[in-house]
């Protein structure tokens, strides 16, 4: 199966990944960065509880010894405390604010400004201080500082942590999420190759089915589908073919049918003339000698003679005109244009108030009969149509022969057709079906109020001009 | 030659220094009420330091209310660094100690007896929980025996009642040494020991609760109660002053007040010579 490759950016795969990837870098951020804060407030809190406990315990505990003014017992007890490793320094200071004690790197006098908050800090140690009270007198001060640095390193630890597991996780993801889109895209490409393949016509593609999932739901019902719409294609071939035959058939027999009828006009035309005429025209001869022998004897039969002779003159012109119905005698005898001339100069008698146009281009002698026949029947149609319905004031007949084709176009400036034509379809189908019956092509083009433009495209093969 | 100059010299000196003493210990003498410093009112530690500051407190801010200069409480850790403070270091300008050890301040540090405690007189007590079999002095032999360091006075009272009673208290039976008189009471009253020996004003001071729960078998001989006395280099002005505002203390509603909560009656003018008999005790 060919594929064929799609835009990146509208590749289901690379949205898919990339959708996923990015939320997961958003939302692992967001979290990274929730969890340091929370790391950070848990420590900073955690140190500001433990040094608030760590030094209310040492004042409550000092105070019966700066009572007793006992600072090295004291100075032995808060010796072991120093030891924590948080803690920096560690002083007590007496009522009076002299440093009786002092632990640790502590800072010199003046003593540092004091910190509600590990996160107020700004020097690195965090300062606090605690009245030392016995029964509420106040006997003293503790001041402490708890160095900042073992809660940096393990926020630093935990951030580094936190970072490390969320880049993990990203590149997991990643890696997961790609693996999952191409096996899916892969699979979404295969359907998408076979169903356009069948769009192309091959029935016989069938997608593997690998996996029970949706995907591999999709295939087997895609493979379904394609097995019934093969099936039902055959069906709608075998009867579009059934189909097409009869059409052919009703064409030949609607072309033979007009040939036949073209044929019988044809026949009849010349009986009329033939036969009729002579007979016409043998009566006028001999009305003419009955009226000149009757002239000097009996002015009665002169008049009767004259009478035949109205009659027959009048029955040989309704002959005639049913002659030129049927069959024109111009057609065969001075061809196609001039056969429509007459036609249209007749017409334009009848329908003084249409300006006619009559345009011929190329060259169009020597065409075989039924083409003559064909186009001069159409045009008459038209014309015919055009007094019936089109109420134009204008109309335009072109013809034009090719090397290979010959090309009709009747155009008014009417009312144009509607999409039912009341009356009128037969006209319009009688006009098709002969040009169909030369293989030709008949076109109809209309708006309502724009007139109409019908147009005859019929080819020419070698044998369809007569020789000369 | 030269030894004849070197002895001159050192003859001289000696003599500088001989004249230089009177004035030098007239500049210390020479030290007010009225002075920036604080005084330091020094408590012998009888009882915890917080009950201590806690009893005391409201004396303390009296005098200093009155004399116009802060006063301070200070105790030490020990009955023997006490003295030694109160000995060597002339740590106290007010002294509130026990009746024994005001005739050593007396004689070894120059502090001068203002007053004490208007009471007849005090003495050492025996308790037992209330249940004990223990009736008599005589049945503390080979028992526990609670009590407060050696120099405390109700330890050298009891042990001089024991030997009175024919008892070797470090022999006959176990003297268990606490840091104070509560910490002896609580011992017995929690089973640790099986009696106590404690002062009798600090029993009364105890909490309704133990009080009543225990019961004296025994009380010693008795001594004059607590002696105030102020240091050699307090002006006698100030010194008369505080003098005053103790033995008016009764007189004012703000020094019942304090006495009440000292449970003390008031404070009284005594004789030094009513002290030196206990010098005795601490003499065994």
Redesign the interface.
């Known amino acids: 199966m060919h594929r064929k490759s799609v835009p990146l950016f509208q590749s289901l795969r690379f949205r898919l990944i990339a959708s996923v990837v990015m939320i997961e870098i958003f939302m692992l951020s967001l979290l990274v960065w929730n969890n340091i804060n929370i790391i950070h407030a848990t420590h900073t809190d955690r140190l500001r509880d433990t040094a608030s406990s760590m030094i209310q315990q040492i004042a409550r505990t000092s105070?019966?010894?700066m009572?007793?003014?006992?600072y090295a017992?004291l100075e032995d007890y808060l010796s072991n405390i120093i030891d924590y490793q948080e803690l920096s320094y560690l002083v007590i200071l007496d009522?009076d604010e002299h440093a009786e004690i002092v632990l640790g790197a502590a800072p010199t006098q003046p003593w540092p400004a004091l910190e509600e908050h590990p996160a107020q800090v700004m020097d690195g140690v965090f300062d606090i201080s605690e009245i030392i009270t016995?029964?509420?007198?106040p006997?003293g001060r503790v001041l402490m500082g708890f160095s900042l640095s073992f809660m940096d390193e393990a926020i630093r630890e935990s951030r580094t942590r936190g970072i490390s597991i969320a880049a993990a996780e990203i590149v997991l993801t990643v890696i997961v999420t790609v693996l999952i889109g191409l096996g899916l895209t892969r699979r979404l490409g295969i359907l998408s190759s076979a169903a356009h393949e069948v769009g192309k016509g091959d029935y016989s593609i069938r997608i593997p089915i690998e996996t029970a999932d949706e995907v591999g739901r999709t295939a087997s019902a895609f493979n379904r589908m394609v097995t019934d719409v093969s099936s039902r294609t055959q069906q709608l071939e075998k009867a579009e073919s059934q189909s097409r035959a009869l059409l052919i058939e009703n064409r030949n027999l609607v072309h033979t049918s007009l040939h036949v009828q073209e044929e019988e006009r044809k026949h009849l035309a010349r009986e009329l003339h033939d036969e009729l005429g002579q007979c016409i025209t043998a009566i006028q001869a001999d009305a003419e000698s009955i009226r000149d022998l009757s002239r000097e004897c009996d002015n009665r039969i002169e008049t009767s003679a004259s009478a035949i002779l109205n009659v027959s003159s009048r029955i040989y012109e309704v002959v005639h005109a049913m002659m030129q119905r049927l069959r024109p005698s111009v057609l065969d005898d001075l061809g196609l244009i001039e056969a429509i001339k007459e036609e249209l100069s007749a017409w334009q008698d009848r329908n003084p108030d249409i300006h006619m146009h009559f345009g011929v281009t190329g060259n169009l002698d020597d065409l075989d009969e039924r083409i003559n026949i064909t186009l001069y029947r159409i045009v008459q149609e038209c014309l015919t149509n055009i007094t019936r319905h089109a109420d134009a004031s204008r109309v335009s007949i072109s013809l034009s022969g090719e090397a290979d084709s010959l090309e009709l176009s009747v155009n008014d400036n009417g009312r144009g057709l509607k999409q039912t034509l009341p009356g009128g379809g037969l006209g319009l189908i009688g006009m098709r079906e002969r040009a169909e019956g030369l293989a030709g092509e008949f076109t109809l083009e209309s708006e309502e109020g724009a007139g109409v433009t019908i147009r005859v495209r019929i080819p020419l093969n070698s044998g369809e001009r007569k020789i000369a | 030659m030269c030894a004849d100059v070197l002895r001159t010299a050192c003859i001289a000196l000696c003599f500088s220094l001989i004249l230089a003493f009177p004035v030098l210990a007239a500049t210390e003498v020479n030290r007010s009420c009225q002075q920036s410093d604080?005084l330091v009112f020094g408590l012998l530690?009888f009882i915890?330091?917080?009950q201590?500051?806690?009893r005391f407190?409201p004396l303390v801010n009296y005098l200093s209310d009155n004399l116009q200069v802060p006063v301070?409480?200070?105790?030490?850790?020990d009955f023997v660094?006490f003295a030694r403070?109160t000995h060597e270091e002339s740590?106290y300008d007010i002294l509130f100690t026990a009746p024994h050890f005001f005739t050593r301040a007396n004689q070894k540090a120059g502090y001068r007896l203002i007053a004490s405690v208007d009471s007849p007189e005090m003495w050492a007590v025996i308790v037992v929980p209330k249940q004990s079999r223990i009736a008599r002095i005589e049945d503390l032999k080979g028992k526990r025996l609670a009590t407060v360091p050696p120099l405390g006075l109700a330890t050298l009272l009891v042990r001089k009642a024991l030997f009175d009673a024919g008892i070797d208290p470090d022999v006959d039976l176990d003297m268990v040494i606490t840091p104070t008189h509560d910490a002896s009471l609580l011992s017995s009253y929690h089973g640790v020991t099986d009696a106590s020996a404690l002062m009798q004003p600090p029993f009364e001071a105890a909490s309704k609760k133990v009080r009543d729960s225990m019961r004296i078998i025994a009380r010693t001989e008795s001594t004059p109660h607590i002696p105030i006395s102020v240091a050699p280099w307090l002006n006698e002005a100030c010194a008369a002053e505080i003098t005053d505002l103790l033995l008016r203390m009764e007189t004012s509603a703000e020094g019942r007040a304090v006495l009440e909560h000292n449970r003390f009656t008031g404070y009284r003018l005594a004789d030094p010579a009513i002290y030196e008999r206990l010098d005795e005790l601490l003499s065994r």
């Open positions: 105070g019966n010894y009572v007793a003014v006992d017992t009522r016995v029964s509420g007198q006997m | 604080p530690p915890s330091a917080e201590l500051v806690f407190t301070r409480i200070e105790t030490a850790p660094e403070r740590r």
